[in-house]
């Protein structure tokens, strides 16, 4: 193949892909606007109208008051509907076997059994994983409210010598 074409060929082949290739880099961001201090008494300014600071949907105390009243309320509002759905199992498992309890444990009353004090032990057991879960819970929506803008970009996968976690950190250009 003589060097002519070979030109030919590259010049040809860049002109197909440098539409592609150029869809690749990214936009060139816009300068950023000044900010407009509305508030002219002395102390912290304001910060800038374009700021990235993304607020949750709800406060952190609002979220674990809510997951506290009812376990993954406050979950099922910061969007996070998996744990809010494993709060809410078990509940239900807990409240379940508390009433289960209660009932076998009168029915051991009933019939003067000796058992009466191990199924008033395990009533008791079950309703301080109630509250637990309750309290566990309204701490982990207020913790899941106060971490809302940490980068999702978290990926922890196996290595050969044990576990690895890696985050990914979003720089300005």
């Known amino acids: 193949m003589n060097a002519a074409r070979v030109r030919w060929l590259a010049v040809a082949a860049w002109l197909a892909l440098a539409p592609r290739l150029a869809a690749q880099q ?5 300068p950023p606007q000044p900010a407009v201090a509305t508030d002219t008494t002395p102390g912290p300014r304001l910060a800038p109208l374009d700021s990235t600071v993304v607020k949750p949907p709800i406060t952190p105390m609002g979220a674990f008051f ?55 032990q395990e009533r008791q057991d079950w309703l301080v994983l109630l509250v637990f879960n309750h309290l566990f819970s309204g701490l982990e929506a207020y913790v899941s409210a106060h971490l809302w803008d940490f980068p999702p970009d978290l990926h922890i996968q196996a290595l050969p010598h044990g576990v690895g976690a890696s985050v990914s950190i979003p720089l300005p250009h």
């Open 66 to 120: 809510r997951s506290l009243m009812v376990p993954g309320w406050g979950q099922a509002t910061l969007g996070r509907k998996v744990t809010g759905g494993i709060m809410v199992a078990w509940e239900g498992v807990t409240l379940g076997m508390t009433i289960k309890t209660s009932h076998e444990l009168a029915y051991y009353e009933n019939i003067h059994s000796v058992n009466v004090p191990a199924k008033e």
């Open 26 to 30: 990214p936009p060139t961001a816009s």
